[in-house]
């Protein structure tokens, strides 16, 4: 089945460790997200790329940064984590080419920071 | 700018008994709005979505959503709810290409035995 995985699930860190997140597709969508969700908080975007053009969202930390090297991955990197950045990330993708493009999003990885 | 707002962040309902998690919106131009669900630990589960056409939309599980622009609504519905139709419930807004989506804070649906 075409889906969206994101690796780990389940990620620890520690206070100003630098930490990778992962995120892959097999649904061949041109646009990949990047969320972060607090407490079962409304998701919160930081950025997206359209194929390989990328759109930071105004407020996301310079602490966050992102890479996508094909179609298929995206990463999430944030290179000093500190405690605030304990949340569920989650990943997710779209077809653009029309209007209302449906968002699938990953099952999630949850950071944690010591 | 655009804006949702899930007035009720808990919503309690018997087993087989309907269901309805409320929506209302704020929007430029043409909304196209979604619901999702998410369980614990999980990702967002898209449900249905509103583009244009006809003002009752039907999604996965049994799952509809009523699209009302007078009152800028879209309120999730369910004829007999199930006990493990109990989780999350988000509405999003987006428009154009819904690249940018704006979520509303979530009602937590519990369904009892």
């Known amino acids: 089945d075409a889906m969206v995985i994101q690796n780990p699930r389940y990620q620890v860190t520690q206070f100003g460790k630098p930490v990778t997140l992962s995120c892959s597709q097999t649904?061949?969508?041109?646009?990949m997200y990047w969320y972060q969700q607090k407490s079962s908080q409304a998701p919160k975007l930081l950025f997206h790329y359209y194929d390989k053009d990328f759109n930071n969202e105004a407020d996301t930390p310079d602490n966050f940064q992102s890479r996508r090297p094909n179609t298929s991955f995206c990463f999430l990197d944030i290179r000093s984590p500190g405690l605030g950045d304990a949340a569920m990330y989650l990943c997710?993708?779209?077809?653009?080419?029309?209007?209302?493009?449906?968002?699938?999003f990953g099952p999630g990885t949850r950071l944690t920071v010591l | 700018a655009q804006s949702v707002a899930q007035p009720e962040d808990q919503v309690n309902v018997a087993e087989g008994n309907p269901l309805t998690v409320k929506c209302t919106y704020s929007?430029?131009?043409?909304?196209?709005l979604f619901w999702y669900v998410q369980y614990p630990n999980r990702g967002l589960q898209f449900l249905l979505k509103y583009i244009t056409g006809d003002n009752l939309v039907k999604g996965s599980y049994g799952f509809e959503a009523e699209f009302n622009k007078s009152q800028t609504s879209f309120h999730l519905k369910k004829p007999s709810a199930l006990v493990s139709d109990s989780a999350l419930y988000f509405c999003?807004?987006?428009?154009?290409?819904?690249?940018?989506?704006?979520f509303g804070s979530g009602t937590q649906l519990t369904v009892l035995p």
């Open positions: 999003a807004v987006g428009s154009g290409s819904a690249r940018q989506l704006t």
């Open positions: 649904l061949n969508h041109n646009v």
């Open positions: 929007v430029s131009g043409n909304p196209y």
């Open positions: 997710a993708t779209s077809r653009e080419g029309g209007r209302g493009n449906t968002q699938y």
